[in-house]
């Protein structure tokens, strides 16, 4: 069971360590490009949770 599922790790936590892992300079361009494309799309929805 993962640390996430076991509650030692917030999502929220997890998300900004993906993030940060992707757009660090070990992180590669694919996944920098990928993340993005994601925040672009993400500029454009509008936020139904606000």
């Given amino acids: ?3 996430l599922q076991q509650g030692n790790l917030t ?8 993030i940060d ?3 660090a300079s070990t992180g590669g361009a694919a996944n920098a490009a ?10 454009h929805l509008p936020d139904h949770h606000a």
Avoid: P, Q
């Fill in 1 to 3: 069971m993962s640390d």
């Fill in 11 to 18: 999502r929220d936590t997890f998300i900004l360590a993906i």
């Fill in 34 to 43: 990928y993340l993005m494309n994601k925040e672009l799309v993400g500029v």
């Fill in 21 to 23: 892992g992707a757009r």
